[in-house]
Every structure is written in C-alpha cells, then in structure tokens.
C-alpha cells in the first residue's frame, strides 16, 4: 500500500522503475567507463524490490524518499562487493589526490613528494608506501576507448606496443625529433627561452617572466607566438609524412605517404 492506494509488486516496479534510472546515473557519473550502466540498472532494481517488501506506508513516509535510499544502498553494496581494494585504500587515495590538486592549485605547479607528505603530516616514507599502494588499485579495461583530439577514440588494445620493431615508425620518430629540434632551434631568442622553460624544465608563466624581466601576460603572448611558429615550421613535415586526419581506420599518426619525387612544399 502507498498513499493509501494498493498496488501488486510489478505495478510499483513499474511506476517507479524511473528512480532506479535516476539514482544509477548519478552514481554512474564518478564511475569509471568500464562499468556498465545496465549493470548499475539491475542492481537497483534490487533495491527498489527491497523497499517495496520493507516499506510501510504507516509510517507517513513518502515511498519515492525511502526507495531511493534503499535503492542507493543496493548499488554501492554491489559495486563494493566487486571491489577487491580495501575501503580504507580508497578513501587514503582520495586524500592524496585532494591534497595534490590543492598543493598544485597553491603553489601554480607540481608539487613535491616531501611538499604533499608535510601536507598530509606523514613521512615520504609513508607516502612512497601509500603512492605504491594506490597504483596497485588502478585498472584499465583493455577495450576501453581513449579520447582522440581528431574525432575518432581509440582503443587502449591498439595502443600497446607489441614486441617485434617497427623500423619505419622508428626512422619516422626519429625524423620527427630532429626536425623538432630544428624548428625551436630556429625561434627567436625569447621564445626559444620560453618553449625550454615551460616545457623541458617544467616552469610557470610566472617564474619565466621573472627570467625573462617582462610581465606574465608578454610571457603568455611569446609562448603562444612560439606555438604558431612552430606548428608553422612543421607543416611541411606533416605533408610529407601523409597525416590523416579523422580517419579512423588507420592506428598511427602518421603514415608514411609513398612518392618517388620530393614535394614543392619540402624543397624550399
């Protein structure tokens, strides 16, 4: 009976399957993408079927209030049942990645072993153990697919090296490397400065512009000038090397494009 009307256990499985949807999705959003909403689904279903048992309209409680709770509590009860990491591991590596988002929001930068073992009042030695622990914990699904900046997610089985060589993908490393190399060689003196500071030496824009004695929003517009000049400078790398872009049906970036004759572009 709810709201003094009475019901059989499908017509509410029915009338209030849209609060199991509900509360899965929400769970589902801090969740990681191997874990399948439909699962999440099923077991709410469970919950829902629980409180449709143990509901008693009495009480002057509203079903919809009761049934999400019960509902919530089925499905963190599964998904800790497949858990094997222990909770307390968890809520340790919560903390330490709380503690370093908010060193690195703090300090504009990467913080420091001993700098996120003071935070957290422990010894690095403590938190050399927690690090290993927490990598332990973490699983990748093999056909889980990785976000692509040009518009066709990849598998992560796709980008495993495999254990034979790849001569060509090798001299292509290679060519892109030194032409690389080239073309910051080829920066002015500033953005050269900035390029190695921001990127090889791990600086802010904000401890370059103390090197460079200019303010924080030149240092900005140099660096994104050096970006410009050296996507610039390595378009003739890329024609030549036959990128593709949103082409999903190729694996790697860039394929070797087959031409006896060296292009206009490459020659100047």
């Known amino acids: 009976m709810i709201a003094g009307t009475t019901y059989t256990r499908e017509e509410v499985i029915h009338r ?28 709410g279903v469970v919950g829902l079927i629980d409180a449709i048992e143990k509901y008693d309209d009495g009480r002057g409680v509203k079903f919809e209030t009761y049934a999400i709770t019960r509902i919530h509590g089925a499905i963190i009860d599964a998904l800790r049942a497949l858990d094997w990491v222990p909770r307390a591991i968890r809520q340790k ?4 990645e709380r503690t370093q988002h908010d060193l690195e929001a703090e300090f504009g930068r990467q913080p420091s072993d001993e700098e996120v073992a003071a935070r957290m009042g422990i010894a690095k030695r403590e938190l050399e153990q927690l690090q290993h622990k927490v990598r332990s914990t973490s699983v ?22 495999g254990d034979e ?8 490393s290679r060519e892109i490397r030194e032409s ?25 824009l ?5 090197v460079l004695n200019v303010s924080e929003s030149r240092v900005s517009q140099i660096h994104a000038q050096a970006v410009i000049h050296l996507r610039q400078k390595l378009r003739v790398l890329r024609a030549d090397l036959g990128y593709r872009e949103n082409d999903p049906t190729i694996k790697q970036k860039y394929v070797r494009r ?5 292009s206009s572009e490459a020659t100047r």
């Open 16 to 43: 209030y399957i849209h609060l199991v949807k509900y509360v899965a999705g929400r769970i589902s959003v801090n969740l990681p993408p191997n874990v399948e909403l439909n699962d999440l689904i099923n077991d």
């Open 93 to 96: 590596a919560r903390e330490l």
């Open 140 to 161: 990748l699904s093999l056909e889980e697919h990785l976000p692509n900046d040009r518009g066709s997610d990849i598998p992560l089985l796709d980008t495993l090296k």
């Open 165 to 172: 060589g790849d001569i060509g993908l090798d001299v292509e």
């Open 180 to 204: 690389l190399v080239a073309a910051v060689c080829a920066l002015s003196k500033q953005e050269r400065t900035v390029i190695e500071l921001y990127y090889f030496e791990g600086q802010t």
């Open 206 to 210: 904000k401890e370059i512009k103390v």
């Open 258 to 262: 087959t031409s006896s004759a060296p």
